[in-house]
């Protein structure tokens, strides 16, 4: 360790690991003692092994010596590589954890993958690892969108994403504390890494992380298309050689003894497009396999013509399989598809829909070559090309199978491209290693035959005798070099990818911004273990476009490097804008704040959008490229077309391609994940190397941070973070909104849309229930239900009900819904009186006052409305939210609306007037609930920052900060004299405070799970707290004394409440049943039990709202 910088690194000798070698070994590293080593700059953060890596809070002696597998390194300084030391270990020497399985399944629907990746790793020894460190490669432009870890067979740690600094200061707050938990982070787009603390010992660790990437499209052999699945097993170190020739995996393998091995899993979805599949492994393939699930866009077939594909052929699945008894692989899992002449792939338009935030997202598939097909090529190139050939050390070792080095490769393809060299073009080569030199010095010459002769045999006498691979010096004298009086320039990168990358792209990025048209970059990358991200990225950034050729499977690859020449001679690139429409403008998230309100403009048809990449980037003629496009539609309608018009210089004037907007036939939000990472990609690059103004940068951090919390994706300003606060704890996650959905008062579940139903078939238990038109009523026992003021409600046909109300007066039923409106019933009848409209997003919370005169809804739209519930007229929009409103109630006295919001804040309102009374602001996660205490003296708000604050809502001071609990505090409640306040937290505890003085009186503990609601009966003698340990249970408020668990229900339970008289308890679960109790004896006196399509497919989002009368 050097000052705060850990650092992993790799080693060569017998025994030893080695990321390249063994890229799912599982590592467990132990950080090198302070100045022990002298780290070099050649170790960089991609040579970390993938597998799990402890710092070192292990005892050495004892049995823990013989757990792990042992290692030390040492720099070599003579060859600037880490080479193994045959000494005895160091103290903190690396130890490698054993890894049990790898599974991995990967489902292709048309060109978007979805993936599910698990690992699982067992501490052997006797000793509690207290912290760990897991990495592990993703194919560049994956998005995780799912992570859970599992330690034990009781602590299961579900991810929940946070700003990156929030992220870590919870992590590491937990670990302090001793409870286990997870964080993933991303370092680069194709390496994450995962902490995991407080392993204990004999336990099995297993991580399962889901993702959806592009399945990036290839031309097979230069003649033939299809699509090309990578999953990348290794991450190629910068610098290093093989000691002693020894490439014999099993000798670079850490012990591993009952291991389950290697389990990956390729399933395709074929309409009848593909011809063939090929695989980089010994795998078993297995054509027409009845489908198990709904497809998307076929590989060749326009979303627009999807209905006569599905009309005329069933689809079925090929599902490619490979096993291996070894946790070890060699080389990239590659799987290419190749599509039938009859199926080219073809340019298209596909739309996420609009969901609850009021976005959707748009896909636009581009293939130059069947666009421009028509328009005129420009004149004989006449620019300048550059090739740049790689003859590092690196590049004498062969790869894979094959005995002929990638030096030997490289010579025999450089004849044919040399000589296919247009005659008016000015050429050079410059070799580079730890040097680098030109063919000319003097520069580029002219493509004579005595020249073209000269190079040819230039390039096949290169030899791997340069030493280190110092890519970016040897780009900064190939661009100076440059002849400025000729077109163009073209510069051709070939090299095996092993160098440091960071300051390579953003040299590529900021030269070709400086020089335009004027300069491309190209990059081949030929090897096993090529970086994708840094052979993509520099065609990318350059203009270009990059490949990877596997050698040991394509050890003739002259036609690729061929064809990469062709589409640099081609004039200029191809060049396009896409146009959307009259009615859609194109926003920068450097200038622009995502959900700004405009004034009056916000009421216009004009609808923002950001494109990404942007802008449009150029493309080769071979390319099959993607612009996403995320829209604030809002409840305005999408484009229904997309405008292609070329700006390529000697083409046809105005030469344009119009491509339908047809819907998606996938997952919906997997091209929204798709999108967003797109837009926090292009965000990332584009402010590279810019002059930040404080401004701007605080606007580039909240526009993420936003989407990434918003989406649950991880970038480099946001992270997964799972906390377990307990012994038994499931912390459930939305991963398509910023907040939990939380459980309001008792009974109304939403009921699923055709589509969710189709989409999303409900995951539990089979369950039944009566129905009416518009509401779902459970019998319930006569007697009961004239103590409890009438039927108990259950749920709504038709459209999702996210939350309901009833009003005070009992007159009014108001149901929130995921179609952005409210409506208002009568309960009596069940007819629907008033549709509230005007929110632009799913409203999450509704509030009646408490002489029912007004009705409140907190909507994703960041607004709060005040609704006349008799004329359904909107009296308020409240508009000061800059983050999703996510609760709301009313005090009282009626004097004071408060709203919460996920930007950790809490708003006070006069609900007559709409005016802002007070902000209140100190919480440090978002507020979940509120809560006006019954004499209206306090207001009290729980947040994810594990804290309760409670305000005086006249003044907006904070009077105090209750702090004790060690999770997320998801509900609060006062007790009907106001002298009591209830919290439930996710760490298993509810804490009853004196709100006056803010001492904790009591801490309620027997939960085995988080506790997601309290309530207090009418008459104060109980406090009850429901869990998703599957249980109630009953308290005395006063002494904090247990007196009753309720158990009967088989899942979590979500809400709560007290009849009026205190007689009667009602729970409501997931398991999709409501159950009456007898608060004094514990007896469950009925249950009533729901269909299960009356029912959401989550549980986490399940919302009760029923208020007895």
């Known amino acids: ?262 389990d990956i899993l390729v399933k395709i979805n074929n309409d009848g497009s593909i011809q063939g599949v090929e695989q980089s492994h010994n795998s078993k393939t297995k054509w027409n396999v009845a489908m198990e699930d709904k497809i998307v866009d076929s590989f060749g077939t326009p979303a627009a013509d999807k209905g006569k594909v599905v009309d005329t052929f069933k689809p079925t699945q090929i599902h490619v399989r490979h096993t291996s008894a070894k946790t070890i692989m060699d080389e990239d899992f590659v799987v290419t598809i190749e599509t039938s002449p009859e199926h080219p792939l073809r340019s298209r338009a596909v739309l996420s829909p609009t969901n609850n935030a009021g976005h959707a997202a748009l896909l636009v598939n581009v293939k130059p070559a069947e666009l421009f097909e028509d328009a005129a090529r420009a004149e004989e190139f006449d620019g300048e090309i550059i090739f740049m050939l790689d003859q590092s050390a690196s590049m004498g070792w062969p790869t894979g199978t094959q005995t002929r080095t990638k030096i030997q490769t490289l010579q025999a393809a450089m004849p044919r491209s040399l000589i296919s060299l247009p005659s008016g073009c000015a050429f050079n080569v410059l070799s580079f290693g730890g040097t680098n030199k030109l063919l000319w010095d003097e520069g580029s010459q002219p493509c004579t035959e005595s020249n073209r002769e000269a190079a040819i045999k230039y390039g096949g006498s290169v030899q791997p005798d340069m030493g280190g691979t110092e890519l970016l010096a040897a780009l900064k004298a190939a661009v100076a070099s440059r002849l400025v009086d000729r077109s163009s320039t073209q510069i051709i990168i070939i090299t095996d990818g092993e160098v440091e990358e960071n300051k390579v792209l953003e040299f590529v990025w900021k030269t070709r911004q400086d020089l335009g048209h004027r300069i491309r970059f190209f990059a081949l990358g030929i090897g096993i273990r090529v970086p994708h991200r840094l052979i993509g990225r520099i065609g990318e950034f350059g203009g270009g476009y990059g490949e990877v050729v596997d050698i040991d499977r394509h050890p003739q690859w002259s036609d690729r490097l061929t064809q990469m020449l062709q589409a640099g001679i081609m004039p200029s690139s191809w060049e396009f804008d896409i146009d959307l429409g009259r009615g859609f403008e194109r926003k920068d998230l450097m200038e622009y704040q995502l959900g700004e309100q405009e004034g009056p403009s916000v009421q216009s048809d004009v609808v923002s959008y950001v494109q990404a990449p942007y802008p449009t980037p150029a493309m080769h003629p071979f390319s099959y490229r993607s612009v996403f496009f995320l829209l604030e539609l809002g409840e305005r309608p999408p484009p229904s077309q997309v405008t292609l018009r070329s700006t390529t210089p000697g083409t046809k004037t105005q030469t344009t391609h119009v491509l339908p907007v047809a819907p998606t036939w996938t997952d919906k939000a997997a091209i929204l994940h798709l999108t967003i990472k797109a837009v926090l990609v292009g965000l990332e690059a584009q402010a590279r190397g810019a002059d930040w103004e404080r401004a701007k940068k605080e606007r580039v951090q909240s526009n993420a941070e936003r989407l990434g919390t918003l989406y649950s994706i991880t970038s480099q300003w946001t992270s997964f973070v799972a906390v377990d606060p307990g012994r038994k704890l499931v912390s459930e996650v939305e991963f398509h909104k910023t907040h939990f959905i939380k459980a309001a008062i008792c009974d109304v579940l939403r009921a699923p849309t055709p589509s969710d139903a189709a989409n999303n078939p409900p995951i539990l238990g089979d369950l039944s229930l009566s129905r009416t038109n518009d509401a779902i009523l459970g019998d319930i026992d006569p007697d009961m239900s004239a103590t409890m003021g009438g039927p108990l409600l259950l749920g709504f046909a038709g459209r999702g009900v996210d939350v309901v109300a009833f009003s005070p007066d009992s007159h009014y039923l108001a149901s929130a819904s995921y179609d952005y409106t409210v409506k208002i019933w009568d309960p009596a009848t069940g007819h629907c009186l008033q549709t509230l409209e005007g929110h632009r997003g799913s409203v999450g919370a509704v509030a009646f006052s408490p002489d029912s005169h007004y009705l409140a809804s907190a909507s994703y739209d960041d607004t709060v409305k005040i609704w006349d519930p008799a004329t359904g007229h909107c009296l308020q929009t409240l508009e000061d939210h800059r983050g999703s409103a996510c609760a709301v109630a009313f005090s009282p006295d009626s004097h004071y609306l408060a709203s919460a919001s996920n930007e950790n804040t809490v708003k006070i309102w006069d609900p007559a007037t709409g005016h802002c009374l007070q902000t209140l602001e100190g919480h440090r996660g978002s507020v979940g609930a509120v809560a006006f205490s019954p004499d209206s003296h306090y207001l009290a708000s729980a947040s994810y920052d594990d804290t309760v604050k409670i305000w005086d809502p006249a003044t907006g001071h904070c009077l105090q900060t209750l702090e004790g609990h060690r999770g997320s505090v998801g509900a609060v409640a006062f007790s009907p004299d106001s002298h009591y306040l209830a919290s439930a937290s996710y760490d298993d505890t509810v804490k009853i405070w004196d709100p006056a003085t803010g001492h904790c009186l009591q801490t309620l503990e027997g939960h085995r799970g988080s506790v997601g609601a309290v309530a207090f009966s009418p008459d104060s003698h109980y406090l009850a707290s429901a869990s998703y340990d599957d249980t109630v249970k009953v308290w005395d408020p006063a002494t904090g004394h247990y007196l009753q668990t309720l158990e009967g229900h088989s899942y979590g339970v979500k809400a709560i409440a007290f009849s009026p008289d205190s007689h009667y308890l009602a729970s409501a679960s997931n398991d999709y049943t409501v159950k009456i109790w007898d608060p004094a004896t514990g007896r469950c006196l009925q249950t009533v039990t729901l269909d299960k399509t009356a029912l959401p497919y989550q549980p986490f989002s399940f919302d009760f709202a029923r208020k007895f009368q």
């Open 1 to 262: 360790m050097l000052g705060d910088t850990t650092w992993w690194f790799s080693s060569n000798a017998a025994g030893a690991f080695q990321s390249n070698q063994n890229p799912h070994a599982a590592c467990f590293m132990h950080q090198t003692a302070e100045g022990s080593i002298a780290m070099s700059r050649h170790l960089h953060i991609e040579r970390m092994p993938s597998g799990v890596h402890f710092p070192p809070n292990i005892n050495n002696e004892g049995s823990a010596r013989n757990d792990y597998s042992r290692f030390t390194t040492r720099l070599n300084q003579t060859h600037q590589y880490a080479q193994a030391s045959p000494r005895p270990p160091e103290p903190r020497m690396p130890l490698c954890l054993p890894l049990l399985k790898i599974s991995t399944e990967v489902t292709i629907d048309g060109t978007v993958a979805s993936t599910k990746l698990i690992q699982r790793f067992i501490n052997r020894s006797e000793v509690e690892i207290h912290q760990a460190h897991y990495t592990f490669p993703l194919y560049d432009g994956a998005v995780v969108t799912a992570f859970k870890c599992s330690v034990g067979d009781e602590m299961v740690l579900v991810g929940k994403v946070e700003p990156r600094d929030y992220a870590k200061n919870t992590y590491d707050r937990a670990v302090t504390q001793g409870y286990a938990a997870a964080l993933l982070e991303e370092h680069t787009p194709e390496i994450f890494k995962t902490m995991v603390g407080n392993i204990p010992s004999m336990t099995e660790v297993e991580v399962e992380i889901k993702y959806v990437s592009e399945v990036k499209a290839t031309l097979l052999d230069g003649r033939k298309e299809g699509l090309e699945l990578v999953i990348p097993m290794s991450i190629a170190p910068r610098y290093g050689k093989p000691v002693g020739g020894n490439r014999n995996l099993d000798s670079f393998a850490p012990a591993e003894p009952e291991r389950s091995g290697l």
